[in-house]
């Protein structure tokens, strides 16, 4: 790809490694799982560092746990920073979910009951996690496929609430949205106009596959397929709404070639700029 | 319910093969995230253990591991974590007890994961080696390359692995002997298996047992009178296979 992009980039996953390097592509940034280079050497921080020298890097945890009733994990914490300190990240996130419990990991982002004993919760971990890593966080909303029954806060107003009191970033996951408000019957649009536009400092998109579950269709959060048109809407109204966003393109399975993912950046950055021009001349 | 039981609660309905919960809705879905679950375990396993997958076939392997998740849940959120006693697994997995060259299989591939991520090291400094006389053999240590392991194999790994990759179609008689001591280690990124002569086995292991080069030396002389060495050494740094000496 010739063009370089200024503010979208992708998700870089291990069977794109070498075209990655020797191609180049003119991406702004690149995103990749942070635990994948929770090991001290070897192929993954090698390959990590020669992307490095030339691209923003941004630390994607999945495994923080940060939702869990656990105390939080040093051990996984200290990885997270010494690989901060090793790569220099441009951004570090993880998901407002939890995903172990007594000690045992689940390996999937579950989501939590929005009420008020979780929101403090969250907002003293964020805080511990902010002051060990000596850096602010991401949180990222997550697709969900039940709800608590005694949820009593909008997922919209609980993850801004949990920005506002713990200091920490909002990393919009804008599939993620359409996801979850197609599942448990809400309103897209409401959960992106209820995000303040200086605390969302990062957009995702990706694609999502459906499955029948006793006899309803269920939106699965699966990362193998290009955005669809009804996400691209719901990006051109998140983009107008909150401004220019570094955008991220998640693809983790049944992954595309390289170019086809690059160009689903390309297209991110173009309706970035549609959209947003317009808006600030009349603005 | 507090946020503690409520996800005990949740982990349990993960575990069971049943959905029903009061807690959320529609509880139907929770089998989304059990199959989320399962599959990334199962992946990782997989990933992990491909020789092992092909010599069981798939559709066992599938059952094995399944059993071996119940048994042995995930304690770290790194998923590179994960599968670290499946050869204790084999072991006492009543299915493949007549089967135990599968547990060094399994040990083999833990190990080529492990070393896969294990820390890089600097070559070891021939001159620092020029300072060092025999009457201080016994205070000081050769420190193997951290991305490297010794095993001994009892049975025959390297035609097994051939087996594996399709490289041959001879058949293996596992009882014939055939065992091999391996130097398992990771140079310019990639994976190298290296058999070792008995004396250059007795001598590396151990110096990963951290014995001191007069005890490594001792051990390695019983086994073989011949042993050199000054005649070894010289390899052992270049290849980084020893990369470090402590006093």
Redesign the interface.
């Known amino acids: 790809m010739k063009s370089t992009l200024q503010l979208t980039g992708i998700g870089l996953r291990t069977p794109h490694y070498a075209e990655f390097l020797e191609k180049r592509p003119g991406v702004a940034w690149i995103e990749v799982h942070s ?2 280079y ?7 921080l ?1 390959i990590l560092e020669q992307v490095r020298r030339d691209y923003p890097v941004s630390l994607h945890g ?4 940060i ?3 656990d105390e939080l ?1 040093w051990n ?1 914490l200290k ?1 997270l920073r010494d690989l901060s300190h090793r790569i220099k990240p441009c951004l570090i996130s993880d998901h407002l979910c ?11 982002l ?1 989501p ?2 929005y ?1 008020e ?2 929101l403090q ?1 969250v907002v003293e971990r964020i805080k511990q996690i902010q002051d060990y890593l000596q850096q602010q966080i991401l949180i990222e909303n997550i697709s969900s ?6 949820s009593a806060i909008p997922e919209c107003e609980f993850l801004s609430e949990v920005a506002k009191q713990s200091g920490c970033g909002i990393l919009l996951d804008v599939n993620n949205i359409y996801v979850s408000a197609s ?1 448990m019957g809400h309103n897209p649009d409401k959960f992106i106009y209820a995000m303040a536009p200086d605390i969302v400092q990062e957009i995702h998109l990706a694609g999502f596959s459906t ?1 029948n ?2 006899g ?1 269709e ?1 939106m ?1 959060d699966s990362h193998n397929r290009p955005v669809i048109p009804a996400v691209w809407d719901l990006y051109r109204k998140a983009v107008s709404h909150l401004g220019l966003k570094p955008t991220i393109i998640e693809w983790d399975s049944d992954l595309p070639s390289l170019e086809t993912l690059c160009l689903e950046a390309y297209r991110a950055e173009t309706i970035m700029r549609e959209i947003y021009v317009p808006a600030k001349r009349t603005g | ?4 039981n ?3 609660e ?2 349990e309905v ?1 575990f069971a093969e049943d959905e029903h919960t ?12 059990r199959n ?2 399962m599959t ?2 199962k992946q990782t396993l997989h990933n992990t253990y491909p020789m092992i997958a092909k010599l069981v076939g798939e559709d066992f392997f599938r059952v094995a591991i399944k059993e071996y998740i119940h048994l042995y ?8 974590d994960y599968g670290e006693y499946f050869s204790d697994f084999l072991a006492e997995y009543p299915p493949v007890k007549n089967l135990p060259y599968l547990v060094e299989v399994a040990k083999l591939e833990w190990a080529c994961h492990q ?6 090291h600097a070559a070891l400094d021939m001159k620092s080696l020029a300072a060092i006389a025999p009457e201080q053999y016994d205070q000081i240590h050769f420190v193997l390359h ?2 490297s392991r010794i095993i001994k194999f009892h049975y025959p790994i390297l035609q097994i692995i051939d087996l594996c990759k399709g490289a041959t179609n001879a058949q293996i008689d596992i009882n014939e002997g055939g065992g091999v001591n391996l130097l398992i280690i ?1 140079r310019h ?1 990639d994976i190298m298996l290296q058999p070792l002569s008995p004396a250059d086995f007795t001598f590396l292991c151990a110096l990963q047992h951290h014995n001191s080069l007069s005890e490594a030396l001792e051990e390695a002389l019983r086994v073989d009178a011949e042993f050199n060495l000054e005649a070894r050494l010289p390899a052992w740094i270049q290849d980084k296979t020893i990369v470090d000496v402590t006093r």
């Open positions: 635990e994948n929770f090991g001290e050497g070897g192929k993954p090698n999945v495994s923080l746990s939702g869990s009733a994990n996984h990885k939890w995903s172990s419990i007594n000690g045992h990991y689940l390996h999937d579950l939590i009951p009420t004993e979780a919760h496929y039940v709800e608590y029954n005694n599942n499955s579950i006793n309803k269920v699965i | 319910m507090s946020l503690q409520e996800q005990a949740f982990a993960l009061d807690s959320v809705i529609p509880s139907q879905n929770m089998i989304i995230y989320n679950m990334n375990l849940p995930s304690r770290s959120g790194n998923l590179h070393l896969h991520f294990a820390s890089d951290p991305a990771r990124l």
